[in-house]
């Protein structure tokens, strides 16, 4: 099969991808909670269930883009400025982030990997805004009217990699040393995830012009 991925938006992929997964967030904490209560493969399974709906979110990116792309026309422009002002104004939120509530969690010794997997998956599906940013995203990186199966099979690998890597860190750190071990590098966190995403919405406008 084809793959038009090349070795750079590859790499491009898997440090943006790691880099926002490590972004201190809701997700984390979820991550962070339930390993540091019940144990890392807790952690783990969260961890699973956040990978998952993020790979559905990206394939409603992709192939809705896809499929819109010959009957929107005139209107892709403006879905791209659209795109890169959406996560802009992203930036401009986690920039001048300053705290971050912490989920409760019950601690119940009957809880199950199940029901861990279901905490990450069900969380991560309700924020829909999840898929306006792959939508802005993944245009900056590959270009959706040559997409393949492979192509898809490769971006669905390097978020596997990635997102589910970076989170069992987090899941790891957790069961062995807690969950403060992230709160004093947030802010540095935020302030890193404004400027990738600056530069991913900068890359949009760019294309614009190509």
């Not at 709906?53 to 659209?82: H, K, N, Q």
């Not at 992203?90 to 990997?113: E, G, H, M, N, Y």
């Not at 900056?140 to 970076?166: C, N, R």
């Not at 071990?181 to 302030?191: L, P, T």
Request: contains cysteine; glycine residues 8%.
């Amino acid at each position: 099969m084809e793959l038009n991925i090349d070795i750079n938006t590859f790499l491009g992929l898997f440090i943006s991808l790691a880099i926002l997964a490590a972004i201190p967030s809701i997700s984390v904490l979820l991550v962070s909670s339930r390993a540091a209560v019940y144990g890392f493969s807790h952690g783990a399974a969260v961890a699973l269930g956040i990978v998952m709906a993020d790979i559905l979110f990206i394939s409603i990116a992709l192939y809705g883009m896809t499929l819109l792309l010959p009957l929107i026309g005139p209107w892709e422009l403006l879905i791209r400025v659209l795109a890169a002002a959406y996560l802009f104004w992203l930036a401009i939120l986690f920039w001048r982030q300053k705290t971050l509530k912490q989920p409760a969690l019950q601690v119940d010794p009957r809880i199950s990997l199940k029901s861990s997997f279901l905490m990450g998956f069900i969380v991560t599906l309700a924020d829909h805004k999840a898929i306006l940013f792959y939508m802005g995203f993944f245009p900056a990186w590959v270009t959706l009217s040559e997409l393949t199966l492979t192509d898809t099979g490769v971006i669905f690998l390097v978020t596997f990699i990635a997102v589910g890597g970076v989170k069992c860190v987090y899941a790891f750190l957790a069961a062995t040393v807690g969950q403060s071990y992230f709160k004093q590098g947030h802010h540095y966190f935020n302030k890193l995830a404004a400027i990738l995403l600056v530069g991913v919405g900068a890359m949009i406008v760019l294309s614009l012009w190509k």
